[in-house]
């Protein structure tokens, strides 16, 4: 007779459900945490409990308790450490089409104001940041900045990086086919991996494309080159064709024909 543990139960289409579920969060999980600084920290965690159940195979009473009583405490630190990483994946998860858009001004106008004045700003290595919020707000980093609220346009963009004017430095930052505010702080990204020779605002540009589902475009003062940032990845030394393509696909929310280019660390120039 079999003991009843090894019993398998009958498979049921809920059961098929409940398991397809669970396999498509682990996914995500181990999707998102996969090249951060989550992943040794994880398998950190993961030693701790193999650990702790040794402790109690092995009758080790003093290990297995501290273990016991500390374990409150390393759930709160885990939320701490993790923090990032959870915030990244709420996020994505509550990120939905059926919100944002760009309303206040057609799509095509958009991408060819963006893009002409990067043009401009590249031929004259202006350093310029833009930033275009998509489903997620940016609300926290308008807020501080500089109010704008005015229509997008080539010659606002311009102007407001003019090194000779007070919001030339941060990041503009575009909702609804509006420049809602100048001057914004972004966080910096914290890929351990990430060249050093990536300036301010190229970290900041993947930093907030990590954070949220908004693109990014950098001018950087030092090269006048191009880059592009999206889903917390950068493309750099764009053509202006290029870039328009890049601008067309993520606010058209279409996948680029091309993968991004990647730029070997040792022919990237230092962006203040």
């Given at each position: 007779m079999i003991p009843e543990t090894f019993v398998i139960p009958r498979l049921t289409w809920i059961g098929a459900i409940d398991i397809l579920i669970v396999a498509f969060m682990t996914y995500q999980v181990l999707a998102r945490m996969k090249g951060t600084r989550a992943v040794p920290?994880?398998?950190?965690?993961?030693?701790?409990?193999?650990?702790f159940y040794f402790s109690?195979?092995?009758?080790?009473?003093?290990?297995?308790?501290?273990?016991?009583?500390?374990?409150?405490y390393l759930?709160?630190?885990?939320?701490?450490i993790f923090q990032s990483e959870i915030r990244q994946a709420l996020a994505h998860f509550g990120k939905t089409a059926f919100f944002g858009g760009?309303?206040?001004?057609?799509?095509?106008?958009?991408?060819?104001?963006?893009?002409?004045?990067?043009?401009?700003?590249?031929?004259?290595q202006t350093g310029a940041l833009i930033v275009v919020e998509r489903d997620i707000g940016l609300k926290s980093y308008v807020e501080s900045g500089i109010a704008v609220d005015a229509l997008l346009s080539y010659d606002l963009l311009v102007t407001v990086f003019n090194p000779k004017e007070p919001m030339h430095?941060?990041?503009?930052?575009?909702?609804?086919?509006?420049i809602a505010a100048a001057a914004c702080f972004l966080p910096l990204t914290v890929k351990p991996r990430l060249s050093k020779e990536l300036g301010t605002r190229h970290r900041a540009a993947i930093g907030v494309t990590e954070e949220t589902d908004a693109i990014a475009v950098v001018v950087s003062e030092e090269t006048g080159s191009i880059a592009f940032a999206q889903d917390g990845e950068i493309e750099r030394f764009l053509e202006y064709e290029?870039?328009?393509?890049?601008?067309?696909?993520a606010i058209e929310r279409r996948k680029p024909i091309s993968s991004p280019r990647k730029v070997p660390a040792a022919v990237q120039h230092v962006d203040p």
């Open positions: 920290m994880a398998l950190g965690v993961v030693g701790v409990v193999v650990f109690r195979w092995s009758h080790l009473n003093t290990v297995s308790w501290i273990l016991t009583y500390t374990a409150p759930f709160f630190s885990i939320i701490v760009f309303s206040s001004i057609n799509r095509s106008q958009m991408c060819d104001e963006i893009a002409l004045a990067v043009k401009t700003l590249a031929k004259n430095d941060g990041a503009v930052i575009i909702q609804n086919g509006k290029t870039l328009v393509s890049r601008l067309s696909d």
